[in-house]
């Protein structure tokens, strides 16, 4: 038979799943032998049971009296009992914290006889009245689901008579009154009295607790964090103490060391006369909780020991909720504490020095996103006016001017740091973007054109700020209350908040950048020095390598100076914009004029080779992964609507149409797609268009050949995008293969991007014909959701959110269930076919924390992600393999 | 120890992997008794080995020394024997016919001093030498990789020499010299004699055959068939008989039935004194079947009784090559012979009513292919000049006047036939398409919008005419010669062949639909007679329905005529068309104005309660799946470029811009979408936009409350579109639930659509929710293969299918390994989840044969598609059942 009740004294911290994270706290403090007042927890199977069923399992009733009999024995007092009424209280608490979910009933017990008992026994009738008002409203909002406001008018009301503005002003007989106003409320409101019995109260509202599992806010919750419909809660009754009995009294909140800087000592806050909800509403300011040793030294004494056994316990910053009682210390709650980002990196780094935990378990207590939020540079104290907020699109902190076109930015940025404002960017903007200290947009949200690239080079972002009105031809924009800012105007944007300012806020950098640079030492500060040392454990830890993404030799020297071991994706379609446009414009009108179109291709070579070498040189001695040209081609021409436009107006104006504007038109019409995405790109190209791809593999194998006659030590992996079907690689393969030995170097990997998902259903096949595999999970995530990223998160995805039909977008983290399932299984069935075949991801979740976990998990052999995002990686890798350490993971 | 050669009295046709087709059917031939010249089959497996390991397997040439010396005891010959030479011939055999393989060398065995025994043995000096330069010439050019057109030149030129225009007029001299010279040629061009080794010269045939299994065509066939690359072939060599001895010998080629018709009685070509090349050739005309009765009596009379042998024994129509040497008859080959579609049914139905095969057998000798064939009415012979020839994109005959307008088209064919011509067609075209005879485009390939909307309404469609030139404005289009049509003038389009001709051809209309439509009798003709019973067994044996996809109550009604059991997709976009476009318009323009989106929204009820009630009528007591709207809001509004033109054009001229085209520009541009087909559409339009599905399920339960009060009976089930995630489904039901209860009908299923990847892969949670799958293998195609049908088509379809990347359309035939992969985890985790869910497809390849037998091998419940193919699905799901039977489907 199922034990449904467990007293305190017989849980633990590891049952979590039966008793809740609070219950099972409480119990891990209760063995102790910490001042925990005495209770105990209804498991979460009976929960289940209710749930299933609609009715509590025919046992509760009967373990409940039991264990209550145990608690009124061991405190004293008995439940209703008139003169010594013991009062309870009782929570929810499931396995994982949820806010949606019914929180607390205070002052269980109290009933309009007990109240006199009370009041006797704590000598203070006002206080008595007070927790039975308290009652009546907490009870009727929770258990009974009277609306909350009536009681909330019912108390202004009172204060209005009274003519007094505090709930403290109010007396023991005001309290009397109101407490039979708010019990003819819930009559009025629910039909029926205000229960009285003592046992009703706590039954009801232990149901109560098992009926808000499936209250609306905590299903939209679950459905947003994807915890199981299924888990339950459990439910604690815990005998109450009060902190508001006199100035012998209080109320505190301590911390074993300081969350917010991670330095060694004592820290908190202490409120005499009062219970946690009044610390909670703050209308009394707390003290100091080292000013507890001069209010009451013996409790403060004992406090100090319990966080040291505590700490010592979790080996932990713990955080502790405590009150005492007429100078008697009782513990209500402890659970591993909240910290900043730095704190956690020198906490962990402490805790190792003084030998409370080894350096694998102090790499689990930090994160990449905490590293991440380390390296950005921050803005300090201001004063200049916040004039919008948009959306946080990539963090960091940016001054500079205002322009508002790409050339001219890039032009103005020679001189003086500058700020790209733009309606939306387009892949035109590349230039302007890249000379920009930061990109402020208009429009777009945290996957637009801006927010992407901008992360990918870790420039600050900041997008979609709607407020903001943007006049690009009269370059300026105006912000609400008319500010308006004109082209060279100074704006500073917060890409960590979103926030945008009028003029120049201070800029500090961030000293782990610094240190990842090689411009500050590994030990210049103690946070420095807690990175360096969990970020050299994590890589003497992780089985998994981790590359860069990385376009040009300067942004693979700043990925090997992080740390990378290699490029994992260079795309090589912006070695096709800026002054090659031109050519690639000559490529596509030559259509099927061979002559034309090898000359264009003559053309590209040499800049397509000079390319290559840089980038093998900066890599020298690791892989550096190419990938041929992937985008649709007219996404290298001009607009279709712009064109148009151009050319009808002409038209109409009796404006002679230049011939080549007319030709470039019925190009561009030609080329037009309706879903580009979804067209003529990646290997189709290749397939299509004659000596394109045979171009950049020459251009490749010249490149790393001329590095080899210098003496230098050349990768290379060539990769082929979109591939759906083993044929399209096979076919690409022999031409490649056979530029490769007509330059003469035959030592690079060909192999192919899984992002179709058609490739990862049958990698088994294309495995015969790919040395490599990478998951390029941006399409993947596309093409297997069906929506395209540009179009649909400022259409629907915070709808999305909201509906709780996603947690987090499936572009930020890789969503498991889906698109995971397609990248196991191409790892599984790629592997089986090819045992050697080598695995990665180049998506931008191989710098998302979780997604590298999953990565790990299926077994790839390394993760690739933007320069900026390699050391978040490295720690990342480093704590999965920890994790995953003892089970096997291939 | 493997047995690398088989007598042909060893083998039979069970054999095929083994020995190929060719090699089983000679070995079954020669098992009945017939005379088929004696010889051998070199197995597959050796063919394997010598593949794998580039040389034969050590055992072959032991093993042919014992097989050629029992084929030398049998016909009382020996290789090379200088008085009586035993020929032989050297031919591949695959277990597929394979036409990228080399074919044939005969006379193996002729050499400078065996040429003179068969001279004298066939007292025939010009056989001899005319075979022998055969022999040097085909081995020349199969075996020795010589360039054929130096034989064929080397022929040229004697004839000049000589003066004579024909072969034929060549004497014995000649020829003599011609193989000198071919002989020369050899030696010229590989360096080495002209093997004059009777043995080495058949091991070098045979090690040709080997090769020619991994020659260029042969690889390239096999990819576009997808037959695997390691099955080899097998190698025949038989000895050689010959038909050009004399007047008393001849070959012909014998059918046991009429092919053209299925008429029982003898059918064939004879020609005296020839070999089988000859007849190929045509270069003499052949004498029908039946003289060769007068010829030569005996050798007719043993003919037919073998012929006799064989349909008995083959229980079909066999096809037949023979030869007659010198009186003696010889059984080349046999088949089952190759016949018309309406040949098939006739046959198959004839040897039913002969007792030689069961109706279940029977079924499987007729495909819903020829079904399909024998649907549309075709052209009967005429004199209309043919201008042009495009994609043959949905087979039919139709006729009519030329109007280029669709508006127009629907206006005009009230009064007349209409053809639409069109460079491209659009959703706007609707109208013209549903009023015309057939649809004429210049542009688009066979999965364009003209030709995909024609399939589905089973209209006549020749798109891609690309020599055409179609002046809209103009009003005409121009052939090649400058033949000009204009609107008005009739033109006549073959969809079937893809011909378009000037002037009216006559139409002669299909039987068998006309037996569908109820307006011509099962038993008016053969044909109808044969299809009625053959369709009826089917109906009778399988396991899977067959509804139709319908979105007005006219293709309902066709749709149930045709034999469907319901509406497996009904579309409700089309209702959005037409005279409602302004109210959707207003609809979308509302935006956030509620007021004016409820206005909207109301308006649209009634119209859309109407549309229901209709096809609820019309499919009375059988299930009707509704979809709910689907393609992204922009498609109802004009074009981006054309009315930004159209405002441009108004601002340069000085003229007014009319404030609701910018207030359209605006919403344009806001709706525009980079990839429409991945952006704001199906559930997440349902999802975004307040009321807009849920006045869809209002509109379909109040009529189908309506329906039920008349004493009807709807079963209606809802389909939610593009769903990926169970959240979205979730939501959407328990709003359709809600409306389903305040109308007070709560009877319709709610379903899903399994279209996006992502959906397959989550099936089992789907399931949870949905009462109903419906697989869309459009879009599931669409996103699993990551390209869009219009936009790649054009692009790069053709260029796959000649590289072998696709054999067929995966959009034509469903892709097994990649989408059909999908479709089966959905299928078995859905029904795994929730066993008695309901499952089906609603795509295109719900018609197509091949994709009918997955959908019953996955175990779907129906299968669903355009009103015309319904009786095509009913065939080849009664065949799918047939095929499958004994095995577990489910």
Redesign the interface.
């Known amino acids: 038979m199922p034990k449904y009740v467990y007293d305190f004294s017989e849980g633990n911290r590891d049952l979590k799943d039966l008793l809740g994270g609070k219950g099972a706290n409480l119990a891990e403090m209760t063995n102790l032998g910490l001042p925990v007042p005495p209770g105990f927890t209804i498991t979460t199977e009976a929960c289940k049971v209710y749930l299933d069923g609609g009715r509590e399992p025919a046992e509760l009733a009967g373990e409940v009296t039991t264990h209550l009999a145990t608690l009124e024995g061991a405190i004293g007092r008995r439940l209703g009992d008139p003169e010594h009424p013991l009062l309870v209280s009782v929570r929810s608490g499931a396995k994982f914290s949820m806010p949606g979910m019914m929180d607390t009933v205070l002052n269980i017990g109290l009933n309009d006889v007990s109240v006199d008992g009370l009041a006797k026994q704590s000598g203070n009738e006002r206080f008595a009245w007070d927790s039975y008002r308290r009652l009546v409203q907490m009870f009727g909002k929770t258990v009974l689901g009277v609306d909350g406001e009536l009681f909330e008018h019912a108390i202004d009301r009172l204060k209005e008579q009274r003519g007094v503005k505090s709930d403290l002003e109010l007396d023991a007989g005001d309290l009397r009154a109101l407490t039979g106003t708010f019990q003819s409320i819930v009559k009025e409101q629910t039909g029926r009295d205000f229960p009285t019995d003592p046992r009703e109260q706590m039954d009801l509202a232990i149901r109560a607790v098992f009926d808000s599992w499936n209250g609306d806010r905590a299903r939209l919750y679950r ?1 947003q964090e994807r915890i199981p419909a299924d888990l339950g809660t459990a439910v604690n009754v815990q005998a109450m103490v009060f902190g508001n009995l006199g100035m012998d009294s209080g109320t505190g909140v301590a911390f074993t060391r300081d969350p917010a800087t991670g330095a060694t000592g004592v820290y908190g806050d202490y409120l005499e006369n009062a219970q946690g909800e009044d610390v909670v509403a703050g209308i009394r300011n707390t003290r100091p909780l080292q000013e507890l040793e001069q209010i009451d030294k013996p409790a403060y004494d004992e406090l100090l020991g319990h966080m040291r056994t505590l700490e010592h316990h979790y080996r932990d910053l713990c955080d502790i909720e405590f009150t005492i009682e007429r100078h008697k210390l009782w513990m209500l709650q402890t659970r591993v504490g909240k910290r900043t980002a730095g704190a956690a990196f020198i906490i962990a780094s402490t805790l190792v020095d003084e030998g409370l935990i080894d350096l694998d378990e102090a790499l689990t207590r930090v994160t990449g996103a905490q590293l991440a939020q380390l390296m950005f540079p921050k803005f300090g104290e201001t004063d200049a006016p916040r004039i919008a907020k948009g959306m946080n699109a990539s963090p960091g902190a940016a001054v500079g001017v205002a322009v508002f076109d790409s050339d001219r930015a890039e032009e103005r940025a020679k001189s003086e740091p500058v700020i790209l404002v733009r309606r939306e960017t387009t892949p035109d903007d590349l230039n302007g973007m890249i000379a920009a200290q930061g990109i402020l947009t208009s429009r777009g949200g945290k996957t637009s054109h801006a927010a992407v690239v901008a992360r990918g080079m870790g420039k600050t972002c900041v997008c979609g700020a709607e407020e903001l009105d943007v006049d690009l031809a009269g370059r300026k924009f105006t912000a609400p209350g008319g500010v308006v800012v004109n082209e060279g105007d100074v704006v500073s944007i917060d890409g960590t908040s979103g926030a945008v300012y009028v003029g120049e806020v201070e800029v500090v950098p961030s000293p782990v950048v610094e240190y990842f640079e090689g411009t500050l030492a590994p030990d210049a500060d103690p946070l420095v020095a807690a990175v360096h040392r969990l970020l050299t454990h994590a890589d003497s830890k992780r089985r998994m390598k981790v590359r860069a993404n990385a376009d040009t030799p300067e942004d693979a020297e700043r990925g090997r100076r992080f740390g990378a071991q290699g490029i994992g994706l260079c795309r090589t379609e912006h070695m096709f914009l800026g002054d090659r446009r031109q050519l690639v414009e000559d490529l596509i009108l030559a259509g099927d004029d061979e002559a034309a179109r090898d000359a264009a291709l003559q053309a590209l070579l040499p800049m397509q080779r000079a390319d290559f070498a840089g980038i093998f040189e900066a890599m020298d001695g690791l892989p550096v992964t190419v990938r041929l040209l992937d985008p649709p081609l007219h996404e290298f021409l001009p607009s ?2 712009d064109l ?2 151009e050319i ?2 002409l038209e ?2 009796g404006k002679p149409v230049p011939e080549e504007r007319r030709a470039l038109l019925d190009a561009v019409r030609r080329l037009h ?8 790109r990646g290997v ?1 190209l290749g ?2 268009i004659p000596g394109l791809f045979q171009l950049q593999v020459r251009a490749i194998a010249e490149a790393a050949k001329m590095r080899k006659a210098a003496g230098g030590d050349p990768r290379v992996e060539i990769m082929v995008p ?1 591939v ?2 083993v ?2 690689l096979e ?1 690409i393969r022999e031409e490649s293969e056979q530029v490769l030995t007509e330059v003469g170097y035959d030592e690079a990997l060909i192999g192919t991007m899984i ?4 490739a990862a ?2 990698a088994a ?1 294309i495995a015969e014909s790919a040395d490599f595999f990478s998951f390029g999970t941006n ?1 993947l995530t ?7 990223r ?3 998160e400022a ?2 995805f915070s ?2 959110l909201d ?4 947690g987090v977008s499936p572009f930020e983290t890789l ?1 498991r ?3 995971g ?2 990248v196991r299984i191409a790892c599984e069935e790629g592997r089986a076919a090819k045992p050697g075949i080598k695995l990665g991801i180049c998506g931008e979740h191989g710098g998302d924390p979780d997604s590298i976990h999953f990565c790990d998990e299926v077994g790839l052999d390394y993760v690739s992600c933007s320069p900026f995002r390699v050391p978040v990686a490295r720690l990342e890798a480093g704590r999965a393999s920890i994790e995953t350490k003892g089970s096997d993971t291939r």
């Open positions: 459905r279709l609507e148009s436009v009808a107006v109409a104006t797609e309706q879903n580009p995405m979804l067209g003529l189709r397939l299509v979109l759906g079907a044929q399209e076919v992002e179709v998902p058609r259903l049958t096949q399409d596309q093409m297997g959701w069906g929506f395209s540009d179009d649909v259409a629907f709808r999305y509906l709780g039909i996603f969503d269930e889906g698109i399932r397609l």
